[in-house]
């Protein structure tokens, strides 16, 4: 999640801003989906039936890689925007921003997905595209942010960095 010790950062001249309902609606989300999967999981078991065509060996090693890049992807956004502030406000572009623009909401839509991949719920998978749509929508907010503050910059990232989906670099 983005919230937490940097939930205070508004001051900060070297942050383009973020989407107004941006941290609420993630706190709401975490806790619909987490209140619906485990409920669906562990409890009713109402569309888990998915689940006994995959097997647990798959399932298992398979969410866990999702889940460390979730980690991954999402620790290492979080040093790179809030780890310091910078003198001069600019584009972040390297470490992971250089293979998604967004990798702190990434790896928050994969911290869902993996615990999706865990019990197959159908229930809490309509909760994650909703989730996914979130993201997507305050991300292109956040966009619109960066450009008005970068420009040119921004506008030149947004064409040789993807969205979302990581591209393979061929050297």
Same mark, same amino acid.
């Given at each position: 999640?983005?919230?937490?010790?940097?939930?205070?950062?508004?001051?900060?001249?070297?942050?383009?801003?973020?989407?107004?309902?941006g941290?609420?609606?993630?706190?709401i989300?975490?806790?619909?989906?987490?209140?619906?999967?485990?409920?669906?999981?562990?409890?009713?078991r109402?569309?888990?039936?998915?689940?006994?065509? =995959?097997?647990?060996? $798959?399932? *298992?090693?398979?969410?866990?890689?999702?889940?460390? !890049? @979730?980690? %991954?992807?999402?620790?290492?956004?979080?040093?790179?925007?809030?780890?310091?502030?910078?003198?001069?406000?600019?584009?972040?572009?390297?470490?992971?921003?250089?293979?998604?623009?967004?990798?702190?909401?990434?790896?928050?839509?994969?911290?869902?997905?993996?615990?999706?991949?865990?019990?197959?719920s159908? =229930?809490?998978?309509? $909760?994650? *595209?909703?989730?996914?749509?979130?993201y997507?929508y !305050? @991300?292109? %907010?956040?966009?619109?942010?960066?450009?008005?503050?970068?420009?040119?910059?921004?506008?030149?990232?947004?064409?040789?960095?993807?969205?979302?989906?990581?591209?393979?670099?061929?050297?």
């Open positions: 999640m983005v919230m937490g010790r940097h939930d205070n950062h508004g001051h900060r001249e070297d942050l383009a801003g973020e989407h107004p309902f941290d609420k609606g993630q706190v989300l975490l806790i619909v989906f987490l209140v619906v999967w485990i409920a669906d999981s562990f409890i009713f109402f569309s888990t039936f998915a689940a006994q065509y =995959v097997s647990l060996y $798959i399932r *298992i090693p398979l969410a866990a890689v999702i889940l460390f !890049i @979730s980690g %991954y992807l999402a620790n290492q956004g979080m040093r790179v925007v809030f780890g310091k502030e910078r003198q001069e406000p600019a584009v972040i572009n390297g470490g992971v921003f250089d293979v998604v623009r967004h990798p702190i909401y990434l790896g928050c839509i994969l911290f869902y997905l993996g615990l999706l991949i865990l019990t197959l159908l =229930v809490a998978a309509l $909760i994650w *595209i909703a989730i996914v749509v979130f997507h !305050i @991300s292109k %907010y956040e966009e619109k942010l960066l450009l008005l503050k970068f420009g040119k910059e921004y506008e030149q990232y947004t064409q040789s960095v993807p969205m979302w989906i990581p591209r393979l670099k061929l050297k």
